[in-house]
């Protein structure tokens, strides 16, 4: 859902702008001559202002969801209120500018009340200290809660560029308010719609900016293996061997730590690997322990358990299938087993009598003997 509203913003804000466009142009397209101008004026940009505001409510209520799972996001949600708060007072003055400036229909309104009325300068003003203030937000979250912004002073000075609140369409750094000197009743309407849809476009954009950041920071899990857990890593010959297995995930750029008895372990592509020599027979236990830096919450966690495996007495055991002798010129079947022996390390050969061994499966093998005295 996230990623749908982030995406849609760059449509909603062209779409403005080509609006804003074709108001600059207006016989471009194929207006209706029974609409007044500032009528077609007001159609454009409540269309686009609509738009805008329902995006805004939904970036609104995903940093409510957010914060509501996961409260330490509390900050954003409070600059969220804060830049409400302000861009609605902005937003208002210039709309209350706007309805004076419709109650007359002469030309000469504009310099009573946007120059000689000072609107201009009080509206400008408003504009200034509104952005400041947006900054100043951003910048007091940050400073207050540096493990959950996310954000550095040049992304803040970088994003404070792209504030559409004092375009430079609106205000030339040379002539600032004094712009309106001059304008008709209705270029000095456009502007002032303009000023409001700006306005309603810098909620929108600070919404998403805080948004962006309340994504959570979770480790990529980007490496997968086979894990096999079981119950004992010895049994017996008739015993059963029961083991889960499953796939394992990891994250190879995680940092943590890792000990087994106290001892560190050293780490490569997010593993550790534990190896023991067994210097008594029986059942043997260790305890790993592994410490995690959470990115989310900046605090380290420790997860510790119990592992266990047996040491057996190695031991081999040689039988004539048939008898405690072998026949001289037949096939003598002869079963060899070993405890605390790997069948695949085990390597076999005879002796004496000039015999041949065979192996015929795991724990069988056939020989051979073509004289007399001890194999």
Same mark, same amino acid.
């Given at each position: 859902?996230?990623?749908?509203?982030?995406?849609?913003?760059?449509?909603?804000?062209?779409?403005?702008?080509?609006?804003?466009?074709?108001?600059?142009?207006?016989?471009?397209?194929?207006?209706?001559?029974?609409?007044?101008?500032? &009528?077609?004026?007001?159609?454009?940009?409540?269309?686009?202002?609509?738009?805008?505001?329902?995006?805004?409510?939904?970036?609104?209520?995903?940093?409510?969801?957010?914060?509501? @799972?996961?409260?330490?996001?509390?900050?954003?949600?409070?600059?969220?209120?804060?830049?409400?708060?302000?861009?609605?007072?902005?937003?208002?003055?210039?709309?209350?500018?706007?309805? &004076?400036?419709?109650?007359?229909?002469?030309?000469?309104?504009?310099?009573?009340?946007?120059?000689?009325?000072?609107?201009?300068?009080?509206?400008?003003? =408003?504009?200034?200290?509104?952005?400041?203030?947006?900054?100043?937000?951003?910048?007091?979250?940050?400073?207050?809660?540096?493990?959950?912004?996310?954000?550095?002073?040049?992304?803040?000075?970088?994003?404070?560029?792209?504030?559409?609140?004092?375009?430079?369409?609106?205000?030339?750094?040379?002539?600032?308010?004094?712009?309106?000197?001059?304008?008709?009743?209705?270029?000095?309407?456009?502007?002032?719609?303009?000023?409001?849809?700006?306005?309603?476009?810098?909620?929108?954009? /600070?919404?998403?900016?805080?948004?962006?950041?309340?994504?959570?920071?979770?480790?990529?899990?980007?490496? /997968?293996?086979?894990?096999?857990?079981?119950? $004992?890593?010895?049994?017996?010959?008739?015993?059963?061997?029961?083991? @889960?297995?499953?796939?394992?995930?990891?994250?190879?750029?995680?940092?943590?730590?890792?000990?087994?008895?106290?001892? %560190?372990?050293?780490? $490569?592509?997010?593993?550790?690997?534990?190896?023991?020599?067994?210097?008594?027979?029986?059942?043997?236990?260790?305890?790993?322990?592994?410490?995690?830096?959470?990115?989310?919450?900046?605090?380290?966690?420790?997860?510790?358990?119990?592992?266990?495996?047996?040491?057996?007495?190695?031991?081999?055991?040689? =039988?004539?299938?048939?008898?405690?002798?072998?026949?001289?010129?037949?096939?003598?079947?002869?079963?060899?087993?070993?405890?605390?022996?790997?069948?695949? %390390?085990?390597?076999?050969?005879?002796?004496?009598?000039?015999?041949?061994?065979?192996?015929?499966?795991?724990?069988?093998?056939?020989?051979?003997?073509?004289?007399?005295?001890?194999?």
């Amino acid at each position: 859902m996230k990623k749908s509203i982030l995406f849609s913003v760059s449509v909603i804000l062209l779409l403005s702008s080509l609006a804003c466009d074709k108001l600059q142009n207006p016989n471009n397209g194929n207006n209706s001559s029974s609409n007044t101008p500032t &009528e077609e004026l007001e159609a454009y940009f409540n269309s686009s202002n609509n738009t805008l505001n329902l995006y805004s409510e939904d970036l609104m209520r995903a940093i409510q969801s957010t914060t509501g @799972e996961s409260p330490q996001y509390a900050p954003f949600l409070s600059a969220a209120q804060e830049a409400d708060a302000l861009l609605s007072g902005t937003e208002k003055l210039a709309m209350d500018i706007y309805t &004076e400036l419709s109650s007359g229909n002469s030309e000469s309104r504009v310099k009573e009340l946007m120059l000689a009325g000072g609107e201009a300068e009080n509206l400008f003003s =408003s504009l200034l200290h509104t952005q400041s203030s947006l900054i100043e937000i951003l910048n007091n979250m940050v400073q207050n809660n540096p493990r959950i912004s996310n954000t550095d002073e040049r992304e803040l000075k970088k994003f404070a560029g792209t504030l559409p609140l004092m375009n430079e369409d609106l205000w030339a750094e040379d002539d600032q308010p004094a712009q309106f000197t001059g304008l008709s009743l209705h270029a000095a309407k456009r502007k002032l719609l303009k000023i409001q849809h700006n306005v309603i476009q810098t909620r929108a954009v /600070f919404y998403r900016f805080l948004n962006e950041k309340m994504v959570k920071k979770e480790l990529n899990y980007d490496k /997968f293996d086979v894990l096999v857990n079981s119950e $004992k890593d010895y049994v017996l010959l008739g015993e059963s061997y029961t083991s @889960e297995i499953s796939l394992g995930a990891y994250s190879s750029q995680a940092k943590f730590s890792v000990s087994v008895n106290g001892k %560190s372990l050293p780490i $490569k592509d997010g593993k550790a690997i534990y190896t023991t020599r067994g210097s008594r027979v029986g059942e043997q236990k260790y305890t790993a322990r592994i410490s995690v830096n959470n990115p989310l919450t900046g605090e380290t966690e420790t997860f510790t358990k119990d592992f266990f495996y047996e040491i057996g007495q190695p031991y081999v055991s040689v =039988s004539a299938d048939n008898m405690n002798i072998l026949k001289i010129g037949e096939d003598n079947p002869v079963t060899i087993a070993t405890a605390g022996i790997s069948s695949q %390390s085990l390597s076999v050969s005879i002796s004496g009598g000039g015999g041949t061994i065979k192996k015929l499966g795991k724990t069988g093998y056939m020989v051979k003997v073509i004289k007399p005295g001890k194999v």
